[in-house]
């Protein structure tokens, strides 16, 4: 099993090769949104896979005409629109001087918050996976994050801050959990926390099990 720091490097390493699915891949992005450090390494792994791609592939050679095709599918396009797809929509602010890396925000916009049994709100983000479910979850300070909570995730901080017996996770700050957590996660920050969170998603025998255990 890979400690932190090398799960963390392989997801960004698997994310500048275009390797993750779309819930993994944008929490991954949003991450990035606010960490200029997970950027550069990122980058840094670009550089590195086009020179291996340099090194190690010969160039192939293109159809005379590829270039003509270009420009006529070119032609075909129109006039970029002069305001994109998001123009005259309010965004969502996290608070009043926080908003949403813009990755996420076309996820959001029809999405809503649901109340959760145990006192949170969670936002179900849709996306194309049928392996990875992510959501956004909301909580008010002094919540205690439960265990099952952060089994096998990845969860990003958008808002606010939670800590463990370990460290404290404010906004930027990502959180992977490849195993079940000994101990539970404390919201501390006294505006509550709001985290993007990636799960893989269990199969329905998977479910049925746990829940046989769980009583």
């Not at 929509?89 to 890396?101: F, Q, R, S």
């Amino acid at each position: 099993m890979m400690d932190r720091d090398e799960t963390y490097h392989a997801l960004l390493m698997e994310y500048a090769s275009g390797c993750l699915d779309e819930a993994h891949a944008l929490v991954i992005a949003a991450h990035m949104a606010l960490s200029p450090q997970a950027r550069k390494i990122v980058a840094d792994y670009e550089k590195i896979g086009g020179a291996m791609l340099h090194d190690c592939c010969a160039p192939v050679a293109m159809k005379a005409d590829a270039l003509k095709c270009v420009m006529a599918r070119l032609d075909t396009c129109g006039p970029a629109p002069s305001k994109g797809p998001c123009a005259g929509k309010k965004k969502l602010d996290m608070t009043n001087y926080h908003e949403v890396p813009g990755c996420l925000e076309s996820y959001i916009e029809t999405a809503s918050w649901k109340e959760a049994r145990g006192g949170y709100q969670t936002m179900h983000i849709r996306t194309a996976c049928s392996g990875s479910r992510a959501e956004m979850i909301k909580a008010q300070p002094d919540f205690s994050i439960e265990n099952r909570m952060m089994s096998h995730v990845i969860a990003l901080v958008l808002q606010g801050a939670f800590e463990d017996e370990q460290r404290t996770y404010r906004r930027g700050d990502l959180l992977i959990s490849d195993a079940e957590p000994s101990h539970r996660y404390h919201v501390n920050s006294g505006e509550g926390v709001t985290y993007f969170v990636v799960r893989r998603s269990s199969s329905p025998f998977q479910r049925l099990i746990r829940s046989l255990f769980a009583h």
